[in-house]
């Protein structure tokens, strides 16, 4: 029987930088390892008349690059306030 880890690491770099005088805009980008095999599909399938077999195997290494934008609640609730009060 394998040994299951349930742990993976992620080493990444993260920016955040103000956009439009409210907001902010986030970068990341890093590495996830470690990761064993959380999914497994076995299939014996038959392709033109030859058995085939597949086998594959999910795990959460990889690259990741996120991109996330941040605006205050209060901006926005301001800004419709503003409006009610012109109508």
Same mark, same amino acid.
């Given at each position: 029987m394998e040994k299951v880890h349930r &742990? &993976?690491? /992620? =080493?990444?770099? &993260?920016a955040e930088m103000p956009i &439009? /005088? !409210? !907001?902010l805009i986030n970068i990341r980008f890093g590495r996830n390892f470690g990761? %064993? =095999?959380? %999914?497994?599909? %076995?299939a014996d399938l038959e392709v033109n $008349?030859?058995? @085939?077999?597949f086998e594959s195997t999910g795990?959460? /290494? $990889?690259? @990741?690059f996120e991109v996330g934008y941040k605006m205050p609640l209060n901006a926005v609730f301001k800004k419709q306030s503003n409006l009610k009060k012109k109508l």
């Open positions: &742990f &993976f690491y /992620n =080493a990444s770099a &993260f &439009f /005088n !409210s !907001s990761s %064993d =095999a959380f %999914d497994r599909i %076995d $008349g030859s058995p @085939v077999r795990k959460m /290494n $990889g690259w @990741v």
